[in-house]
């Protein structure tokens, strides 16, 4: 590791995989990027960059470099020292692990797997997948893990939009399947991150993972029902948790919401929660936050509706604007967005919705939600156009003041609007 020859593989060119890749570019690796998605390799190569908080000249640097390819042809796995597996881990209907993604990789592993070679999957899963669907194939494909092939669990702990925290600099937890495939995995990543975290098995790494997610979104769900419960009681929670955070132990504040979103909080716990079944015990807490989580975007509707009806306008004749389709501020990532689901209810109610995201100047067609309509400018003389807007992702742009001078009302959901016409949701 210590002279850069290894090449790198990473498969899963996505919010996870690009900046790991470019990570190990820049630490001096040869590295080799697949990804499905052939548009995603050719716009690397061109030097554009598909993820708006990943600058263009950083790729492009890369490439000029000469040590960074992307492509589609999974054949060229052999020519990896290394394969980290950053491919999505989302959830079927029910809602489900759904490891078609893993499983299909883990198969295109096997077909090229060659002696040597380190395999490590950072995809957030369940614990045991690994063992079951990384190991278990490679053995079945006579290869001996500790001396033929390394495998490890490495789990991402990636913050989009994180000025302070990016890949290099967040602790990285390793978990091999034994002694040698841990050495393995610890000697990779510390060629290229401050600090890695060495704990005893891939199980532990999964879970490690999963307990910060779900630790997130039980927190979440705790101050979304102390907001409904203390609006009841005329209360700000926004200004209770100011206060209770002054306290300098004992206490990490959480904000509510509209809901969750993103590609982890409102996914991965249910990856816990779904395998602890098999086991026959129930992770309540999971279930009771999902539950809470999930019913936040009808609670935004149903304050944002009895709002209009005290201004006096029904429903349907209501124009309503949402602002934000990303799920955080200032970044341009709209999975599992609660805007989402947000605008299509009021959609049933209401005369128009329109929405305003400066960073999604386009809807984009997802899994689920299909709006196929246009951001509207982001101008105070716009925002004087509609009977309410509901604002759902605090964007440092929607904070300026001036913007609702001539709102007729506004329910403000993320505590950044400051005026006597905003309504909390
Ligand atoms: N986004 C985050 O902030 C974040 C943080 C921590 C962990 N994770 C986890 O990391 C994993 C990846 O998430 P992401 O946000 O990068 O997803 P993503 O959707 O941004 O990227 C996944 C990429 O994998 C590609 N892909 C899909 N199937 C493939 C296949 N069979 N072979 C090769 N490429 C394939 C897709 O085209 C896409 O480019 C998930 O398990 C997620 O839970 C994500």
């Known amino acids: 590791m210590n002279a850069r020859t290894a090449r790198i593989g990473v498969i899963g060119l996505g919010y996870v995989g690009l900046p790991l890749s470019l990570l190990f570019e820049e630490a001096g690796f040869p590295v080799l990027g697949f990804d499905v998605d052939a548009a995603k390799a050719e716009a690397l190569h061109r030097g554009e960059s598909y993820i708006r908080h990943i600058g263009p000249q950083r790729v492009a640097g890369a490439f000029a470099r000469g ?166 009681m005329g209360i700000d929670i926004w200004e209770v948790i100011e206060a209770a955070k002054t306290k300098p132990f004992g206490f990490m504040p959480f904000y509510p919401g509209p809901g969750l979103g993103g590609h982890c909080i409102p996914l991965d716990p249910f990856y816990l929660s779904w395998k602890a079944a098999e086991y026959g015990v129930w992770a309540r807490f999971i279930e009771l936050a999902g539950e809470i989580n999930t019913s936040m975007p009808q609670y935004v509707v149903d304050k944002t509706l009895k709002a209009l009806n005290e201004s006096g306008i029904t429903m349907k004749h209501a ?4 602002l934000g389709l990303s799920y955080k501020a200032d970044i341009d990532d709209d999975r599992e967005s609660p805007s989402y689901e947000i605008i299509e209810r009021l959609d049933e109610l209401c005369e128009s919705v329109s929405y305003c995201d400066p960073f999604i100047p386009v809807s984009k067609k997802t899994r689920k939600h299909d709006l196929g309509r246009r951001s509207v400018p982001c101008s105070a003389e716009e925002f004087a156009k509609y009977d309410a807007i ?13 913007l609702y001078d001539s709102a007729k009302l506004v329910v403000d959901t993320r505590n950044i609007v400051h005026s006597p016409r905003v309504v909390r949701a």
């Open 390 to 402: 509901v604002v759902a992702t605090a964007h440092s742009v929607f904070r300026d003041p001036a």
């Open 67 to 232: 040590r960074m390819e992307a492509t589609t042809d999974f054949d060229r796995l052999r020519e990896c020292d290394a394969v980290i597996v950053c491919v999505p881990t989302p959830l079927g209907k029910h809602p489900e692990p759904d490891l078609k993604y893993v499983r299909v990789t883990a198969e295109a592993i096997t077909r090229t797997l060659s002696p040597g070679q380190l395999i490590v999957l950072e995809s957030t899963t369940y614990p045991g997948t690994t063992r079951e669907e990384f190991l278990r194939r490679f053995e079945d494909a006579g290869f001996k893990c500790g001396s033929d092939v390394f495998v490890a669990f490495s789990p991402e702990r990636e913050d989009p939009g994180n000025a302070q925290y990016q890949t290099r600099n967040i602790p990285k937890i390793v978990g091999g399947i034994d002694e040698q495939s841990q050495k393995a995995a610890v000697a990779l990543y510390s060629a290229a991150v401050d600090r890695v975290v060495s704990v005893s098995s891939p199980e532990i790494a999964e879970s490690a993972k999963l307990l910060e997610n779900i630790f997130r979104s039980v927190n979440i769900a705790l101050v979304n029902e102390l907001k409904i419960v203390l609006d009841r």
């Open 319 to 322: 124009r309503v604007l949402v």
